[in-house]
């Protein structure tokens, strides 16, 4: 099957976990092909809030794992929400905490046009409750990432509360607002939310279960598939393992609840207009 099966949102991390040239070995072994690689928080790595080295460290791990092993990776870059919470539980006001996230994503932007990242993100809301003033700074940060985001004509991955059409209208929405190509808006951790009536033309990155891919490939093939693997010791296999988009989808293929045609639109074509990977 020569097809790059593509992990939409995987996290390495040799501080946590396995670390990128294990993972994707794994990844590969199962019969993945590409990885798109999203920065972990700043915490993760020892360094509160350092998004800078939070962003380069992800970059090492792809350029690391293209050249050690035969998987094509690329990095992803931004600031997570929760980025701004710990800020502000930090002592810092709302209004300092913005300012300091949204100075992070300028340099996420700046990661992307100089040709060492291929997006921003994963950025957005939390997926936990918060104050209504600290909802609003991050609505606010989501907003200027799209316009950074939309600046570089680069795809966004966003990272937000559980979302269903209501939440994916309100991001349509701001898209509109900033004028950013709605299909370079991709909500990471999505339900099977793939006919546009239902994600108002933004682009859907499925959590690879077998529920969400089977419902989702019911209604079509317009979404691309992720585990939102952690690489963290601590928690092993979370959230899905890195073997689980290439084994699912050659399950599903073998069981026929996926055609060739499918897995192809999925893991070239989407990725190749969303991306401009080919």
Same mark, same amino acid.
């Not at 006001?93 to 300092?96: L, N």
């Not at 913005?98 to 990661?111: D, F, H, I, S, V």
């Given at each position: 099957?020569?097809?790059?099966?593509?992990?939409?949102?995987?996290?390495?991390?040799?501080?946590?976990?396995?670390?990128?040239?294990?993972?994707?070995?794994?990844?590969?072994?199962?019969?993945?092909?590409?990885?798109?690689?999203?920065?972990?928080?700043?915490?993760?790595?020892?360094?509160?809030?350092?998004?800078?080295?939070?962003?380069?460290?992800?970059?090492?791990?792809?350029?690391?794992?293209?050249?050690?092993?035969?998987?094509?990776?690329?990095?992803?870059?931004?600031?997570?929400?929760?980025?701004?919470?710990?800020?502000?539980? #930090? $002592?810092k006001?709302?209004? =300092?905490a &913005?300012?300091?996230?949204? /100075?992070?994503?300028?340099?996420?932007? %700046?990661?992307v046009?100089?040709?060492?990242a291929i997006?921003?993100?994963?950025?957005?809301?939390?997926?936990?409750?918060?104050?209504?003033?600290?909802?609003?700074?991050h609505?606010?940060?989501l907003?200027y990432?799209?316009?950074?985001a939309?600046e570089?004509?680069c795809?966004?991955?966003?990272?937000?509360?559980s979302s269903?059409?209501?939440?994916?209208?309100?991001?349509?929405?701001?898209a509109?607002?900033?004028?950013?190509?709605?299909?370079?808006?991709?909500?990471?951790? #999505? $339900?099977p939310?793939?006919? =546009?009536? &239902?994600?108002?033309?933004? /682009?859907p990155?499925?959590?690879a279960? %077998?529920?969400?891919?089977?419902?989702?490939?019911?209604?079509?093939?317009?979404?691309?598939?992720?585990?939102?693997?952690?690489?963290?010791?601590?928690?092993?296999?979370?959230?899905?393992?890195?073997?689980?988009?290439?084994?699912?989808?050659k399950?599903?293929?073998?069981?026929?609840?996926?055609s060739?045609?499918?897995?192809?639109?999925?893991?070239e074509?989407n990725?190749?207009?969303?991306?401009?990977?080919?």
């Open positions: 099957m020569d097809i790059t099966i593509t992990d939409n949102h995987i996290h390495v991390d040799h501080i946590n976990g396995e670390g990128p040239v294990k993972v994707a070995e794994k990844f590969y072994r199962a019969g993945g092909k590409r990885m798109i690689i999203p920065n972990k928080p700043t915490w993760t790595i020892q360094k509160p809030f350092n998004f800078k080295e939070a962003m380069e460290l992800v970059i090492k791990y792809a350029k690391k794992i293209s050249s050690k092993t035969r998987v094509e990776a690329y990095p992803i870059v931004g600031v997570h929400p929760a980025e701004l919470s710990k800020l502000i539980e #930090s $002592g006001t709302i209004q =300092e &913005e300012e300091l996230a949204k /100075t992070g994503l300028e340099y996420a932007q %700046r990661l046009l100089n040709g060492e997006g921003i993100g994963e950025i957005g809301r939390p997926h936990y409750p918060v104050g209504e003033e600290e909802w609003e700074a609505n606010r940060i907003l990432a799209l316009e950074l939309r570089a004509d795809p966004v991955q966003l990272h937000t509360e269903n059409s209501r939440q994916f209208r309100e991001f349509s929405r701001m509109d607002k900033v004028g950013i190509k709605k299909y370079k808006v991709i909500k990471h951790f #999505s $339900g939310y793939v006919s =546009e009536s &239902e994600n108002y033309g933004l /682009t990155s499925l959590i279960s %077998r529920d969400v891919i089977k419902r989702a490939l019911e209604k079509g093939d317009n979404f691309l598939m992720e585990t939102d693997y952690l690489d963290d010791l601590s928690r092993p296999g979370a959230v899905l393992g890195p073997k689980t988009v290439p084994r699912r989808t399950e599903f293929i073998q069981k026929g609840f996926m060739l045609e499918d897995a192809y639109k999925i893991h074509e990725i190749e207009k969303v991306y401009g990977l080919v």
